[in-house]
Antibody, heavy 118, light 112 residues
Framework: EVQLVESGGDSVQPGGSLRLSCAISGFSVSLNYMTWVRQAPGKGLEWVSILYTGGSTFYTDSVKGRFTISRDESKNMLFLQMDNVGAEDTAVYYC????????????WGQGTLVTVSS | QSVLTQPPSVSGAPGQRVAISCTGSSSNIGAGYNVHWYQHLAGTAPKLLIYGNINRPSGVPDRFSASKSGTSASLVITGLQTEDEGDYYCQSYDKGLSGLVVFGGGTKLTVL
């Protein structure tokens, strides 16, 4: 059974760091495009970062230089390292399978909440 | 401001038909990239509703259908049910400055 389970969401102060994790079962993280998508309170869906099977990484402009996406093939997990966070990063973060030009997001995790507040 | 434009809200009575539009441009939908639709019900994770412009994943009722033409796409829900109430998002890909994945701003469906 395909499952994506996020963890690591928490309340963090502005300028702080947080690492989100996504435990994957039912498919290989290294053989799939993977994306972090977020939804800020009262807002729509926004892609945050994409990791291609070949290792290429992409970031939405607002998080470039602050967030880092990675994966651990041995643990079959996806990560999002969030540094120097700001209030604008407050959102529910979803781990999602997909992210290439012709691919849909077919599997979503339940999401993990990140709150940035002093 | 989202790259793909959706109406903020639509509504309909149970049993009725509603349509949700998704308007893009020549750098995304008009460039031939597929449009996908997601249903996001309160308290749940978004769910794939339509992929590849017109295709329904297994388990999605045929009350949900979609189409694409030119730089726009449309999701149609017939036989509205109260459990359909929630947010609906279109998604595509953009080859321009918008960069990679693009979502519509979302449309809140209210079942009256």
């Amino acid at each position: 059974e395909v499952q994506l389970v996020e963890s690591g969401g928490d309340s963090v102060q502005p300028g702080g760091s947080l690492r989100l994790s996504c435990a994957i079962s039912g498919f290989s993280v290294s053989l799939n495009y993977m994306t972090w998508v977020r939804q800020a309170p009262g807002k729509g869906l926004e892609w945050v970062s994409i990791l291609y099977t070949g290792g290429s990484t992409f970031y939405t402009d607002s998080v470039k230089g602050r967030f880092t996406i990675s994966r651990d093939e041995s643990k079959n997990m996806l990560f999002l390292q969030m540094d120097n966070v700001g209030a604008e990063d407050t959102a529910v973060y979803y781990c999602v399978r997909g992210g290439s030009a012709y691919q849909h997001f077919d599997r979503w995790g339940q999401g993990t909440l990140v709150t940035v507040s002093s | 401001q989202s790259v793909l434009t959706q109406p903020p809200s639509v509504s309909g009575a149970p049993g009725q038909r509603v349509a949700i539009s998704c308007t893009g441009s020549s750098s995304n939908i008009g460039a031939g990239y597929n449009v996908h639709w997601y249903q996001h019900l309160a308290g749940t994770a978004p769910k794939l509703l339509i992929y590849g412009n017109i295709n329904r994943p297994s388990g999605v009722p045929d009350r949900f259908s979609a189409s694409k033409s030119g730089t726009s796409a449309s999701l149609v829900i017939t036989g509205l049910q109260t459990e359909d109430e929630g947010d609906y998002y279109c998604q595509s890909y953009d080859k321009g400055l918008s960069g990679l994945v693009v979502f519509g701003g979302g449309t809140k469906l209210t079942v009256l």
